[in-house]
């Protein structure tokens, strides 16, 4: 009956065949095969001729073999979790396994003869004949031969995500195809999900160093107040001078305008530190710019000197004049230096040693850029060394840190494609190292478009 709603199906003129058995009065089977052709009167069916054709029968044997590699190829089609379906070159479905069933909520015997069609939503659906006639014509493949997900349509005319692939089969000039359709939507919706976890975690990181930012800026508040009265101060006692010149009637023009000179130097000054601390605890969007990674570093020391005492601990500075510009996030390199000098620099404050010393260092290859930050302090246990980068984890005392400086530090040069670790081998204290690379993703990707 299946074979003859196909034939009906299809109206094809010419003959089908199949192999199906029958069965003597006696109780013996007899395989046949059947050629089938459909009547027609005026252009209408009018019913069907089979013929079948007795061969000479195989031996229990062949027969046996024959059986046992039909059952297993027909265990494998129905255990398969992905849809399997034959199609002629009319697009019409000839055979379907269970998964197809199981996934689109239809019985074989609904989609059997039926158009391939009904399985798609628009604007495929009302396409697809022009697709199969287009390849059939062009021998343009789009999507036979590789996969793609593409979405279908169930029986309660929901939508589903499917990986698809597609084979075609020629056997004696008729061309069929088969199409393997795996169900994805949970692949997918997993694949979502992570997204917005993700970005989530990226968020909440975001939000951690922003309260880390605020944390150190509160530290450096009263180094900066320091740091600022004494430029002020100088402005204030320059203008004094300038208006004693001015009302002891004096033309010292030069004198005049050397004092002037200074309080634009004083006030430039201020107005540094100023804009390193404002660009620091802004919470603004990184942005990668290319930028001078020695210009970073000298930034960086002048705004941590507000928060330390140059007469007990001296800052080194030994930059390498051949290192290149790279793309970074000016303000969160800043944050990474800033948090190293200032461990550095604790570090320090509780050791014995007289000439207390901090270097901050650059160099660079052909594919790196490195920065290092030491101290000649009584260095780090290999203890606490492999919990160092841990969240939370801290050595100094509860008020003065929450142990999540390193941890963002870290999570940052990770984010620029870098590496920050501890040098486990450096013996006269501690030292902090993180590498970026020269030519970043960043610019991958542009060179790419």
Request: charged share 25%; glycine share 6%.
């Given at each position: ?45 009018t019913g069907t001729i089979l013929t079948g054709v007795h061969t000479k029968e195989p031996s229990t044997t062949e027969s046996n073999t024959l059986l046992q590699v039909a059952a297993r190829g027909q265990a494998v089609l129905d255990n398969a979790a992905e849809a399997i379906i034959n ?198 969007t990184p942005e990668h710019q290319p930028e001078d990674i020695n210009v970073l570093i000298k930034n960086t020391i002048e705004l941590a000197l507000t928060g330390i005492d140059t007469q007990q601990v001296t800052i080194d500075c030994r930059l390498s004049a051949t290192v290149p510009r ?124």
């Amino acid at each position: 009956e299946n074979i003859f709603r196909q034939i009906l199906a299809k109206g094809i003129q010419e003959s089908a065949f199949s192999v199906l058995p029958v069965q003597s009065k006696s109780g013996k089977q007899y395989n046949l095969t059947w050629y089938s052709e459909l009547t027609f009167s005026n252009d209408r069916t009018t019913g069907t001729i089979l013929t079948g054709v007795h061969t000479k029968e195989p031996s229990t044997t062949e027969s046996n073999t024959l059986l046992q590699v039909a059952a297993r190829g027909q265990a494998v089609l129905d255990n398969a979790a992905e849809a399997i379906i034959n199609i002629g070159a009319d697009g019409i479905i000839t055979d379907v396994n269970k998964a197809t069933e199981t996934i689109f909520g239809y019985q074989a015997s609904e989609l059997i003869g039926h158009n391939i069609r009904c399985l798609m939503p628009e604007p495929d659906r009302g396409q697809h004949d022009h697709y199969i006639k287009r390849y059939l014509e062009t021998g343009e493949k789009r999507i036979i031969g590789t996969g793609r997900e593409v979405t279908g349509r169930k029986k309660d005319g929901s939508a589903v995500i499917l990986e698809l692939h597609i084979t075609e089969i020629n056997v004696h000039g008729k061309r069929s195809f088969t199409g393997v359709a795996r169900d994805v939507s949970e692949r997918n919706f997993a694949r979502q999900q992570l997204k917005i976890k993700t970005e989530e975690l990226h968020q909440t990181r975001e939000r951690l160093a922003h309260m880390d930012r605020l944390h150190i800026a509160s530290e450096m508040a009263t180094g900066m107040a320091h740091e600022l009265n004494q430029p002020l101060a100088a402005i204030a006692m320059y203008a004094q001078a300038c208006r004693r010149l001015l009302e002891s009637g004096k033309s010292d023009t030069k004198l005049l305008l050397d004092t002037l000179s200074h309080i634009d130097n004083q006030a430039q000054r201020a107005g540094t530190v100023i804009r390193n601390l404002r660009a620091m605890v802004n919470k603004q969007t990184p942005e990668h710019q290319p930028e001078d990674i020695n210009v970073l570093i000298k930034n960086t020391i002048e705004l941590a000197l507000t928060g330390i005492d140059t007469q007990q601990v001296t800052i080194d500075c030994r930059l390498s004049a051949t290192v290149p510009r790279i793309d970074i996030v000016y303000t969160q390199i800043q944050q990474v230096l800033l948090n190293l000098i200032n461990n550095a620099h604790d570090a320090l404050s509780d050791s014995p040693i007289l000439d207390k010393r901090i270097v901050v260092s650059s160099s660079s290859d052909t594919t790196h850029v490195k920065v290092s930050v030491a101290d000649n302090g009584d260095g780090i246990t290999s203890k606490h060394a492999a919990d160092i980068f841990t969240p939370f984890f801290s050595t100094k005392d509860a008020d003065k840190g929450m142990g999540m400086g390193l941890a963002i530090s870290r999570s940052i040069i990770s984010d620029h494609q870098g590496v920050l670790e501890l040098n486990t081998q450096y013996k006269f204290g501690a030292e902090f190292v993180f590498t970026l690379p020269i030519k970043s993703s960043l610019e991958d990707q542009h060179a790419g478009q």
